[in-house]
């Protein structure tokens, strides 16, 4: 996770304490220092030979950088990782596409930390995946640690708004430092569409990794 970041570690065990006993491990890479189109593939690996060490059954970069910079640097880390520690590894950014797909979630609204500028770039990326950013609200903040201190009624008060704005299939709170995993449901509930959290996506992407590997170890003799 990026090393700012206050509220993965938090939704990690919100989500993990609720299910079946799956163990969480974590390790940080530098915020900034990035190349604009990509990742300094120098701190990933690092990250990723430590994680390695606990022998985890996926390996998940829970951070939404890869949407802004267009989801192919995702897709790259993956690989490398993949081809270089054998270990299955997924991304927040390109597991909400293909969770968006897969339910035909295509009218989105977004509640984003960045800049307008930052959500003109989302609004295109996404568009390049077949999913249209219908409506949205920016933050302003570009201090990565900031975005943590976002409270969760702020950010209900716009996930209300761009609903009220725009006929929405699902809203995204687009940013694993804000603190939108417990209002998700409830709102979702409430909206009566779904209310997906960035940082509890790149959890649960993790999921069924884990699960695939319990039951195949049950059908080895």
Same mark, same amino acid.
């Given at each position: 996770?990026?090393?700012?970041?206050?509220?993965?570690?938090?939704?990690?065990?919100?989500?993990?304490?609720?299910?079946?006993?799956?163990?969480?491990?974590?390790?940080?890479?530098?915020? %900034? /220092? !990035?190349?604009?189109?990509?990742? @300094?593939?120098?701190?990933?690996? +690092?990250?990723?030979?430590?994680?390695? &060490? *606990?022998?985890?059954?996926?390996?998940?970069?829970?951070?939404?950088?890869?949407?802004?910079?267009?989801?192919?640097?995702?897709?790259?880390?993956?690989?490398?990782?993949?081809?270089?520690?054998?270990?299955?590894?997924?991304?927040?950014?390109?597991?909400?596409?293909?969770?968006?797909?897969?339910?035909?979630?295509?009218?989105?609204?977004?509640?984003?930390?960045?800049?307008?500028?930052?959500?003109?770039?989302?609004?295109?990326?996404?568009?390049?995946?077949?999913?249209?950013?219908? %409506? /949205? !609200?920016?933050?302003?903040?570009? @201090?990565?640690?900031?975005?943590? +201190?976002?409270?969760?009624?702020?950010? &209900? *008060?716009?996930?209300?708004?761009?609903?009220?704005?725009?006929?929405?299939?699902?809203?995204?709170?687009?940013?694993?430092?804000?603190?939108?995993?417990?209002?998700?449901?409830?709102?979702?509930?409430?909206?009566?569409?779904?209310?997906?959290?960035?940082?509890?996506?790149?959890?649960?992407?993790?999921?069924?990794?884990?699960?695939?590997?319990?039951?195949?170890?049950?059908?080895?003799?």
């Amino acid at each position: 996770m990026p090393s700012s970041n206050r509220v993965v570690e938090r939704v990690a065990r919100s989500i993990l304490n609720d299910g079946p006993h799956i163990d969480a491990c974590f390790a940080r890479v530098p915020y %900034a /220092g !990035h190349p604009p189109d990509g990742y @300094d593939m120098a701190a990933f690996r +690092r990250a990723a030979l430590l994680l390695a &060490e *606990a022998h985890p059954d996926v390996i998940v970069w829970n951070a939404t950088r890869g949407a802004l910079i267009g989801f192919e640097p995702d897709r790259q880390l993956c690989a490398a990782i993949e081809g270089e520690m054998g270990i299955p590894c997924a991304t927040t950014a390109l597991a909400t596409v293909d969770l968006l797909r897969s339910r035909n979630l295509r009218r989105i609204g977004l509640v984003a930390q960045g800049s307008d500028r930052d959500g003109a770039r989302l609004k295109q990326t996404f568009a390049q995946e077949g999913i249209d950013i219908l %409506a /949205g !609200h920016n933050f302003g903040i570009t @201090d990565n640690f900031q975005a943590a +201190r976002v409270i969760p009624e702020e950010i &209900e *008060a716009q996930v209300m708004r761009l609903t009220a704005a725009a006929d929405l299939d699902a809203v995204l709170i687009w940013s694993t430092n804000l603190a939108g995993h417990e209002l998700s449901a409830g709102l979702g509930e409430r909206l009566g569409i779904p209310v997906l959290d960035s940082a509890a996506l790149g959890i649960l992407t993790a999921l069924p990794y884990v699960f695939a590997k319990d039951a195949a170890s049950l059908e080895r003799p």
